[in-house]
């Protein structure tokens, strides 16, 4: 029996007011494709928010979209917070053919790494043992969100990952002297 192959990728985006879906999925000739759903539960509330899509879609979606800002629309855009992100897609029948995500988003995290970055005063060469300090507690604090991400997204481990994400914007205040 032919039957639909849903998938979906949420890359991470360095724009801190879109999460960026695309379907991947692979859909049967056979088998015609009705009712593509996607549902989007946001870090911190119990419902979800239902997009229609049709097959092959990129959505871009903004906090209008996700049901966290209703003034605005179009005009000006919230920043969506970091966090994990539960993204569902299904098509008819939709109780049965369905795909369910755990997406932890970064964004705002590595944002602050990148900044912690910039403000290094590096060249082509060997840098002074201060500076690569620095540097290796940056590695170790995009190891930690690399992690987390993984716990989230690979391990099904949500718990664990976003306690590895706390961690790592733990370091990263530490990093800023924001909690010195």
Known sequence: MANH???LEVPTVMNNCILSINDTSVYANLVPVTCATLNITVPGFAYSNQIDV????????TGCDLGLQSTGCGTTYVPLADGIYIIKYSVSPNEVVYVEYNHLRITQALIRYNKALCALDLAACEPPAKTQEKLEKLRM???YLDAAKAKVEFCHEPQKGMSLYNYAIKLLNKFDCKNC
């Open 5 to 7: 192959v849903l998938s």
């Open 54 to 61: 049709t097959p092959g879609f990129n959505q871009i979606l």
């Open 141 to 143: 604090i995009k190891m």
